[in-house]
């Protein structure tokens, strides 16, 4: 297309580059030449005096509003009945057969966790949008709505329509804004409701939100609507919609749910919401006074609850780095009974302004800990959480890095030096096999192992006194010890405990550098042109060699000074690859190891810069985003195919 000439053309292009960018998540040029086109905008708009009013600078919000005005709802908003078990979904299924007479098709979204929105259209424009409130009048959030870039300004369809959605906070954007945040957001449904119900037009728009359509509450000229059609008109519209599946099978429909991985995606959902999908078996069915009894939401377990704080302890780790663990009263959490949480540093427990004896958030998704995100309730004779001033295991004085304590007492230190030997002997690092944190705290206690490098002067009469060690463990033992002296470098960087060095990381340093005397001897900006090494990774490293210059001496003269090959001209030479979902002929660790042999790369998330993903079963997001990017996508057998070619 040639440069838009006139306004009216700048506009409509700017919005067709903001739906694909916003909604299609496809971007077509590159921000550069976005951003051109809007200042070319707002240079015509200010010349002239007149703005469209579909046009994208109507986003950025103006000077802060004095109040919410109510909004009365075209027809009341209903809420959701629901279950939380599948039989429970079953018994409502029957009920609905029976009403019908048959099983009727039924379809399948997220039930997203956030703030309803409701949005009015008349004449293709947007005239307002607003929350819920109590059904029948809610407020008046139009400006707020605006600055949400997948919101279209304009629709094509001309007649008076409602639409209702769930506004959203993405994870990913809840993360990258607490990362720099003064007050963190405690959950992505307080981050969007904070951020529509808020005054300040300006920090809406900082909060980068969304909203994923899922109903049309009200439409001029159709009144029966199927579910399927609803979301057909919404995704004709140019809105963000979803649905996963539709099925008459509520068998069919439960496995689905079952299939739904919900740490895979980059938005909270509490449940599933299963619709009648025809209008007129709708109707037939019809209301109670609170909900349609055409649908129900079921609910998952929640990851987040709250709970009093009891005490806070701390632990130090194997860089030194003291971490606040959070002592809980015991609370029911996915299943399981959760007592202690993290609190990740000293500086998160200040900008969550978390007290001893007040009521905290609790959050625990998938298999890692618990985390506090924050004070849901101060309690009576809450407390500030002294910060400590010595080591809780050894009694050196702490020191103080940006947000994190730190005990200097590298040696000494037992804490620190048991989880370093724990460390060290683990799989990702010298596999070293047989080495608990318990076999570790004997190690140093027993046989004076201070450091990793002591491992290896130890003799089988030594290993004697250390609980479970009989002929054949330690005969074992010592073999693996010897037999890590061949480890390859990124493992060896991982099993020196550098600080913010982990796994990908010591990955990274191994390709670029080839050596531990190459790595040594890098410069800070040599170390942060690295990707994904920034500013703070690459001064732990610099200040770890020039701490530690001893440790690498002594593992040289153990013999252990491995160099990384650079395996060129492999079958998969320069590819770059992603892995998701699950395999079943590989581990993951498998399926990596594969592809660096034959000279391949292997990423964490798809980016442009991927070239091939490989999808085994259920694969989520990554596999969205891939078919997004238009890249090429294999499954196992294919993997295995390329392995063998
Ligand atoms: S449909 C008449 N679909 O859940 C039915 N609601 O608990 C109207 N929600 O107020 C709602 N995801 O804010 C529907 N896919 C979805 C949803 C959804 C989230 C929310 C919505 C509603 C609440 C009811």
């Excluded at 809780?392 to 040696?411: I, Q, R, S, V």
């Excluded at 596999?431 to 140093?444: C, N, R």
């Excluded at 030594?462 to 005969?475: E, H």
């Amino acid at each position: 297309m040639n440069d838009p000439q006139t306004m009216r053309e700048l506009v409509d292009r700017l919005n067709e580059l903001a739906y694909r960018y916003y909604v299609l998540d496809e971007p077509s040029v590159s921000d550069k030449e976005y951003d051109a086109l809007y200042d070319k905008l707002v240079a015509l708009e200010n010349e002239s005096g007149q703005v469209y009013d579909d046009s994208p600078t109507k986003r950025v919000g103006g000077e802060p509003l004095k109040e919410f005005l109510p909004h009365t709802h075209i027809h009341r908003l209903y809420s959701l009945d629901k279950c939380n078990s599948f039989d429970a979904l079953r018994a409502w299924f029957g009920k609905i057969e029976t009403a019908l007479g048959y099983a009727p098709e039924c379809t399948l979204e997220y039930k997203l966790d956030g703030l309803t929105i409701c949005l009015t259209y008349r004449d293709g424009k947007l005239v307002t949008g607003a929350t819920r409130g109590n059904g029948e009048i809610g407020e008046n959030v139009t400006e707020q709505v605006k600055t949400i870039k997948s919101v279209p300004l304009g629709i094509e369809y001309s007649g008076e329509v409602e639409v209702q959605g769930e506004g959203i906070m993405r994870i990913s954007a809840l993360e990258k804004y607490n990362a720099t945040a003064a007050v963190p957001l405690k959950n992505p449904r307080n981050a969007v409701a904070g951020a529509i119900r808020n005054l300040d037009v300006r920090e809406t728009a900082k909060r980068n939100l969304d909203v994923i359509f899922y109903n049309v509450n009200h439409i001029s000229d159709d009144a029966d609507m199927s579910q399927t059609e609803q979301i057909d008109f919404i995704k004709r519209n140019r809105f963000k919609t979803g649905m996963l599946f539709v099925s008459s099978d509520i068998e069919k429909i439960i496995e689905k749910i079952r299939s739904v991985d919900r740490a895979s995606l980059d938005f909270a959902i509490d449940g599933m919401v299963i619709k009648v999908n025809d209008g007129k078996a709708r109707a037939v069915l019809g209301y109670t006074d609170k909900f349609p009894k055409w649908a129900i939401a079921f609910k998952f377990e929640a990851e987040e609850t709250t709970t009093v704080l009891k005490n806070v302890v701390w632990q130090v780790g194997r860089t030194g780095k003291l971490t606040p663990l959070a002592v809980l009263e015991p609370v029911e959490l996915c299943g399981a009974t959760v007592k202690r949480a993290t609190l990740n540093n000293y500086g998160d427990i200040v900008r969550k302004a978390v007290t001893v004896g007040s009521r905290v958030f609790v959050r625990r998704s998938n298999d890692v800990i618990p985390e506090i995100l924050g004070v849901a309730e101060k309690g009576e004779n809450a407390r500030e959480i002294e910060k400590p001033t010595v080591c809780p295991c050894c009694g050196h004085a702490l020191t103080e890095e940006g947000a994190n304590l730190f005990c200097p007492n590298f040696y000494d230190c037992r804490a620190q030096a048991v989880a370093r030997i724990e460390h060290f002997c683990a799989k990702e690092c010298m596999d070293i096999d047989g080495v608990s944190i318990k076999t570790a705290e004997q190690l140093y206690d027993k046989l004076n192992v201070r450091a990793a490098y002591m491992l290896y002067d130890l003799t089988a009469d030594d290993l004697k006194n250390i609980d479970g060690f009989k002929d054949k463990k330690t005969a074992n033992f010592i073999s693996a010890v010897q037999k890590s002296k061949t480890v390859d470098l990124p493992h060896f960087i991982n099993a020196l405990c550098i600080d913010n060095v982990g796994r990908v990381t010591a990955r990274a340093l191994a390709e670029h550098f080839g050596s531990i005397d190459a790595l040594s001897r890098a410069q800070i900006d040599e170390l942060v042109a690295i990707q994904d090494v920034g500013e703070i990774v690459a001064q732990s490293i610099a200040e770890y060699f020039e701490r530690h210059a001893d440790v690498i001496e002594r593992f040289k003269r153990l013999g252990i000074d491995p160099v990384y090959e650079k395996r060129s001209g492999g079958k998969l030479s320069g590819l770059k690859f992603v892995l998701t979902g699950s395999l079943t002929r590989f581990t993951r660790d498998e399926a990596r190891a594969a592809i660096e042999k034959e000279g391949g790369i292997v990423q964490s998330g798809v980016s442009k810069l991927t070239d091939i993903v490989i999808a085994g079963e259920s694969a989520g997001s990554k596999l969205e985003k891939a078919r997004a990017l238009g890249k090429k996508i294999i499954d196992e057998t294919q993997f295995v195919d390329l392995l063998n070619a």
